[in-house]
């Protein structure tokens, strides 16, 4: 499918729906089906030790799957988190970014089902996956 | 089981381990096998609209399961997350501190099974629910 | 809220529905908002070693999760499975039925979700935990 | 990872393990970290209507995970399931096998975690995706 944003597009419309999130993430990639997130590990991420957070990694699965799920649709639309699970399989390298593929499985007219697969930047192994079901009202 | 913490020795055990959360959490309630955490809702666990975010009921979630596994097997051991599932069922209420309430489902020597139910203090329907599992590396 | 099932009318109704599984079950407890299934564990249901086999607690939980679905909104809707999370905890016991308790947690317009615990029949440590969301597609 | 079965041992080794789904599975094709399993649908995994019914999905899903695990450890191992997130998308089509492509995330000492998409052979649009965990007790 055609994505309804560019990739600054979507950041900008990002910036205005998650204002608190201005300067964490950037989209490395966006098209229809997938996108790439990338979130600018800051000290704010982290744990002691050096370690990305469970609720920051959390939160890049969520946004992930946010932009994937928006990408085909458009602005008008709304979408809110009904369901996650998430495996947490390695430590995050501490010093790195964090790069989360989201693969859209299904797009229906009420759910959206999203993948997302988390990677240390430069590493092969992903550190955590995650399923993400976002709900879409009927718009009036 | 016998909780081997009281919850003030829990939430100075809490303060020492995750120092970057000190002052968002108290203990309402703790036994071997269910524990209620309180988190004291303020600015930067909102999204605009005044509603709590997704990540900040994560990791309300994530802690109070940290307590309900590691409040019978004491200090000495090592947990890590390895799963949650969580669904969103409900906004929470603006204004209102989350209330979680903690069930530990299964205690092994390697996994513990924590589930956990969310409330916007003062009302009886859930905001979300989410069920943890919590891995115990065999100690040296 | 006040089911519109008696135990045995819900039974008639599974029947119809899901003939492949008569006689595998029985409702030992039905209200809007919580529900008590049995399973009569029986050969076809067991791994080599007398356990119940997963995709068998799988169809308990499925199962208790549609009864506690359709029991308040009747049975001139449709309600179809769209996620499931499921731990495996303890091994049942062999040569004893399974007892799920299902709490249904939201009722929503499009989407409802059931918590479900399932025993080994009169033992107190749950042997698995399910959480599962229903769809509930628009009515013409 | 170098699988330490080809796909016909693997296939005896699940005939034995598992005697009770003998014919239902074939193995079209497996390495140290992905498996592609089909499985031959048949009367007894349909549901009214001629779909395939969950607990065959959850089965099929179950066992291949199973299997993209047990390839690279080799058979003196055991594995058993701790943890399923499933998310049914879209209805099976009547009178096709399905597929189901594991791809195991993690091996660990102690955990496995696999991903599996399933579709309706011939199709590029998956009906349901998972993720598992299993638990790989130590050897004695």
Redesign the interface.
């Known amino acids: 499918m055609q994505p309804k944003f560019t990739p600054s597009e979507m950041m900008e419309f990002l910036n205005e729906?998650?204002?608190?999130v201005r300067g964490d993430y950037a989209i490395d990639h966006l098209d229809g089906e997938t996108v790439t997130m990338r979130l600018f590990t800051a000290d704010?991420h982290l744990?002691?030790g050096g370690t990305v957070?469970?609720?920051?990694m959390?939160?890049l699965a969520?946004i992930t799957a946010y932009v994937a799920t928006m990408a085909p649709i458009g602005k008008e639309a709304l979408a809110?988190?009904?369901?996650?699970?998430?495996?947490?399989?390695?430590k995050p390298e501490a010093g790195r970014d964090l790069i989360a593929k989201g693969t859209l499985?299904?797009l229906?007219r009420?759910?959206a089902?999203t993948?997302v697969?988390i990677y240390s930047e430069g590493t092969d192994?992903?550190v955590a996956?995650a399923?993400l079901?976002y709900?879409i009202p009927p718009s009036r």
Do not use: E
């Open positions: 729906v998650f204002p608190q704010h744990r002691p957070s469970g609720p920051s959390f939160a969520d809110v988190t009904t369901n996650i699970s998430m495996d947490f399989m390695r499985l299904k229906g009420a759910l089902v993948d697969l192994k992903p996956r399923s079901t709900s």
